[in-house]
């Protein structure tokens, strides 16, 4: 009963700018996250287009193929919200459905993301080929890395509701899992723009 009470006052707590200090704490990491994928973005663009040697960007990539994979983060997106909602709705049976919804999107992404990197290097694109090949695989390597953490992190908090960790009084842990899984979304559209739609069809520029 002492840890329920704890629990409930730790997801209450806040600081003087009125948030959870645990949510203060997750905004102040994606606002870095921000720099830091600003800065592999902003590098990529400096970079791109001046390769000596192929390949290049519209020599391998599949718009349509990234593009699902695309739509198929996106659509996480929203079963994280339905995740969320079913919680503080109280149905933690619904919850469980929509949050391991999300983790297999996510791994499915990732599968679409290894099958298209495998296909890279098939092509003769690897780290080392060319500037366009070291700035992308570093881009979208490190996003890749994120959503995996994200994954981890979605399964965890299903498993954890079996045990009781989680419940609508209780909903913290999702709610910054839901700013976090919905910002990688946000960076990775603007990958898929900015590297994909702009490398294929240039005139975008």
Known sequence: MAEATAAIHAEHEETSTGLNSRKLLMWAFLGSDCMFFGSLIATYVV????SLKGPFPEDV????????S??????SSMSMVLAYAALRQ???KSFRIWIFSTAILGMTF????????RDFVHEGLTLKTNLFGTTFFTLTGFHGAHVTLGVIWLLSLGFHSFKGGITPDNHLDVDLAALYWHFVDVVWIIIFTVVYLFGVFPGLN
Not at 110 to 117: I, M, S
């Open 90 to 92: 109280g149905s933690i």
């Open 61 to 68: 990539f599949s718009i349509p193929v990234t593009s699902v």
């Open 47 to 50: 970079y791109q287009g001046k």
């Open 70 to 75: 695309t739509f198929v983060l996106l659509m």
């Open 110 to 117: 990732l599968g679409f993301q290894v099958f298209e990197f």
